[in-house]
């Protein structure tokens, strides 16, 4: 099973500031199957990027992603204010799927 | 525009059996493209993939869940469903339907229901 830990687990940023959240893979995913999701509270989660760097249907292009083998990052180059929220990671490259823990980005 | 809803008790006794519906409207589970997962969500272990199906049945689970777990789908409703066995408190979460890609490069989950919780005590 791939294991997937994201870092920070909370980011405390400013609106307008960069936000830099890292997904880091115990092996290499493999072709770069790796999305990642927004979550907003009591909400599902909400596909942002998949196959590591391209934007899903309707996704700003504040967002990207990039990475591949076991480093991932998902950038967002100037937070607004519904940005803040948890983002999570997904290996899909090996049964069984697997999700990161999760990074929180937070208002300083 | 895709839209999937879950179904089922919110309350279940230890030791029972769960059983949750996804009903699919706006396409098909018929589709062969896609596979219609389950995953669940609690505050300690996150999101945790359940298992998955095809329209002809096939199905694969997380090895972690699998002794537990059936997954099966009902075409002529356009639902397929979860049931998930000898439940503990451990199994108390939000448990989500979702749609992926069928090929092994289009597995990521898009969209997804809205959830629903459910609550494992006696």
């Known amino acids: 099973e791939i294991v997937l830990t994201q870092s920070p687990g909370t980011l405390s940023l400013s609106p307008g500031e960069r936000a830099t959240l890292s997904c880091t893979a115990s092996q290499s995913v493999s072709s770069s199957d790796l999305a990642w999701y927004q979550q907003k509270p009591g909400q599902a989660p909400r596909l942002l990027i998949y196959?590591?760097?391209t934007r899903a249907t309707g996704i700003p292009d504040r967002f990207s992603g990039s990475g591949s083998g076991t480093d991932f990052t998902l950038t967002i180059s100037r937070l607004e204010p519904e940005d803040f929220e948890v983002y999570y990671c997904q290996q899909y490259g090996s049964s069984p799927l697997t999700f990161g823990g999760g990074t929180k980005v937070e208002i300083k | 525009q895709l839209q999937l809803q879950e179904s089922g008790p919110g309350l279940v006794k230890p030791s029972e059996t769960l059983s949750l519906t996804c009903t699919v409207s706006g396409g098909s589970v018929s589709s062969n493209r896609y596979y219609w997962g389950w995953i669940r969500q609690t505050p300690g272990k996150g999101l945790e993939w359940i298992g998955s199906?095809?329209?002809?049945?096939?199905?694969y689970y997380n090895p972690s869940l699998k002794s537990r777990v059936t997954i099966s789908v009902d075409t002529s409703k356009n639902q397929f469903s979860l049931k998930l066995s000898s439940l503990t408190a451990a199994d108390t979460a939000v448990y989500y339907c979702a749609r992926h890609g069928s090929s092994w490069y289009l597995k990521w989950f898009d969209p997804w229901g809205q959830g629903t919780l459910v609550t494992v005590s006696s």
């Open positions: 196959g590591a760097s």
């Open positions: 199906i095809y329209y002809s049945g096939s199905t």
